[in-house]
């Protein structure tokens, strides 16, 4: 057997493992699973582009096959049932194969409702993962149940990856790193944010509805707008700077990543630097536990520190914090979980029983409080901007005196600055997925 059969082998058996127990905590025999159904726009014949469930991923490295249903019952073979319509339209997946397919009972179906006759007879004895619209049979009666108790278990443990999870994020992140580089060349060759989306696009192999969210590609002050998704067509005049937030999927995984590039050398340039080097001691804290709240804590104080020495902060990082300064310069969380999903799922769990860990007061955008363990991925991605609303809300209150306003208006037309990396914690040092990838390119 290969290492990535074995790996994936050993993947099957951990998510065996912990679908014996969330079925037990929620006194049912059988997990089933939907891949999902396409979705039809309003008033309309075209469908939004299909998105596989997510806890169907998790098991099977397919992510165009709407249609199918998987189902695990403890001490038997899983059963796939696989849809392979006949239809003209459009193309069909091919019959089933790959290493996972030794591991599936499978049956292949020719139309969705055939999948009712291979489901479990009593729906009542089943946790059903998905969407709604999945359901199969007389009025629906065998639909998606989602039961607390089974999904706050499955969600839990979502976080430790498996070997076989890491491999797969590796290789998401190779491919998102390429593509990175290729758009940082179109960049320097004067490209609009559009022509930089599909130079990325090419270089990934990767269509926008196969790219794990939407690309964000902005120059100049749109890097002030965080999730920033427009494509202007022509580029700006002059071209100051450059932030890419982008990844790519790979069996179903994701990157994140996130760099900032300026035209000329200069002060922004050194503002990315810092930024750059606080990063880098962050990823280092990602270390098993470690409290992700305190690490968020510590990326403001790190972070003022950056603007203090910069110049645009004239009060010291402690104060900085303490007055919510900090908050106006850097208003996102440091980061999240990764792995089938950008944000992944189980970012407060305390527990596997839905017990959940608040937000530290202050701080309503962090996705991940729970403290690190190895087999956590996450991002870590500091960021600096110069975004109006929140100045202008600063400049307005008692703290206006905290901060060199000439030096701020100096560098607003560079919008801003965010650096991401993708982290696996582990027993020792950390693993860091994006850098590795990078400094092998
Ligand atoms: N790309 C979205 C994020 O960084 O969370
Ligand atoms: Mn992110
Ligand atoms: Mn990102």
Not at 11 to 37: N, Q, Y
Not at 391 to 398: I, M
Request: aromatic share 8%; hydrophobic share 40%; charged share 20%.
């Amino acid at each position: 057997m290969s290492t990535a059969s074995s790996l994936y082998a050993d993947h099957l058996a951990t998510l065996h493992e912990r679908a014996a127990t969330a079925l037990e905590r929620g006194g049912f025999d059988h997990l089933v699973v939907p891949s999902g159904t396409p979705h039809v726009q309003v008033f309309d014949d075209r469908e939004y582009p299909y998105a596989a469930n997510p806890q169907f991923k998790h098991w099977l490295p397919l992510t165009r096959h709407p249609g199918c249903w998987l189902v695990v019952t403890p001490g038997q073979r899983p059963r796939l049932v696989y849809l392979q319509p006949r239809d003209y339209w459009h193309v069909v997946p091919q019959a089933p194969e790959g290493e996972w397919v030794e591991h599936f009972d499978i049956v292949v179906i020719r139309r969705p409702d055939e999948a009712l006759k291979h489901l479990p007879r009593n729906a009542g004895r089943c946790a059903i993962l998905g969407e709604p619209q999945s359901a199969l049979g007389r009025y629906g009666a065998f639909r998606p149940n989602n039961p607390g108790p089974v999904l706050d278990y499955l969600d839990y443990h979502r976080a430790y990856k498996t070997p076989y999870e890491i491999e797969m994020l590796r290789e998401a992140t190779r491919r998102g790193v390429r593509a990175h580089r290729s758009a940082e060349r179109a960049f320097r060759a004067g490209a609009s944010e559009f022509g930089i989306h599909l130079a990325y696009c090419q270089a990934a192999g990767q269509d926008t509805d196969e790219l794990p969210y939407a690309n964000i590609v902005a120059l100049n002050e749109h890097a002030a707008v965080l999730h920033y998704t427009e494509f202007d067509r022509l580029p700006p005049r002059p071209v100051r700077s450059f932030l890419l937030d982008a990844g790519a999927s790979h069996a179903g995984y994701a990157c994140d990543i996130t760099r900032t590039h300026a035209q000329e050398p200069g002060e922004f340039q050194a503002l990315i630097d810092a930024v750059d080097a606080a990063q880098q001691r962050m990823c280092d804290q990602v270390r098993a536990g470690t409290d992700y709240r305190q690490l968020h804590l510590d990326a403001h104080l790190a972070l003022a520190g950056v603007l203090r020495e910069a110049g645009l902060v004239k009060v010291s990082p402690e104060e900085a914090v303490a007055t919510g300064v900090s908050r106006a310069f850097f208003p996102h969380g440091i980061g999240h979980g990764l792995g089938l999903q950008v944000h992944d799922v189980g970012g407060f769990a305390a527990s596997d029983r839905g017990v959940t860990i608040p937000r530290p007061d202050g701080h309503p955008y962090l996705r991940l409080t729970r403290v690190l363990e190895p087999g956590f991925v996450v991002t870590i991605e500091p960021g600096i901007y110069f975004i109006d609303m929140l100045l202008e809300e600063l400049r307005a209150s008692p703290q206006a005196g905290a901060v060199d306003w000439d030096r701020v208006e100096a560098l607003r037309p560079y919008g801003g600055i965010r650096i991401e990396d993708n982290v696996v914690c582990t027993g020792g040092d950390p693993l860091n997925l994006t850098r590795e990838a990078f400094a092998a390119a």
